[in-house]
């Protein structure tokens, strides 16, 4: 095999492992105008591209490709509000134009951090995520942690730790 068609593979590999991510992103944007299948297809393009100019020494995929991603969505609403031709009217009974415009999402911003976040998370087993459902969601003790899953609270101690730790390493990766 030569390297155009071993990259061509791992460009394939990047975008098909990360798809999921795709969709989680196109699902945050569903119902504001744009065909969800749409925002889908963008989500993708954006992996695409990530995928073929994504550099490993530059740092973690997804780094680079959720921007990417979002972009091409964002341009998935340029491309809609292009065809849509307001008024010269600036005021209406509504209200000024200015006040009738949405603002920016809030949660914009923290959608590449849940999307790694919900990657890492994927990782970890049932009696791992339910530990930490109960520790961090409930509120457990440890101690009571470990009545509930039938372990001692140092064995609990340790798994959080553990937990915590390769939850930062895939974070930061």
Avoid: N, W
């Avoid at 504001?32 to 995928?51: P, T, Y």
């Amino acid at each position: 095999m030569d390297r155009t068609q071993d990259s061509s593979h791992q460009t394939e590999d990047l975008v098909v492992r990360h798809l999921p991510v795709a969709r989680s992103l196109a699902a945050r944007y569903a119902g504001r105008g744009v065909e969800v299948d749409d925002l889908r297809q963008a989500a993708r393009m954006g992996l695409v591209k990530a995928a073929r100019g994504y550099d490993p020494e530059q740092g973690a995929f997804l780094s680079y490709a959720v921007p990417m991603a979002t972009g091409e969505m964002r341009r998935c609403f340029r491309d809609l509000a292009r065809c849509v031709r307001p008024d010269r009217v600036a005021d209406d009974d509504r209200g000024p134009l200015v006040e009738q415009v949405g603002e920016i999402d809030p949660g914009f911003e923290s959608a590449e951090a849940r999307v790694i976040l919900e990657e890492a998370l994927s990782d970890l087993g049932e009696t791992e995520l339910e530990i930490l459902r109960l520790r961090y969601a409930e509120g457990l003790t440890q101690a009571e942690i470990g009545e509930k899953v039938g372990a001692t609270q140092a064995q609990v101690s340790r798994t959080l730790a553990r937990i915590l730790r390769r939850m930062r390493t895939a974070v930061a990766a």
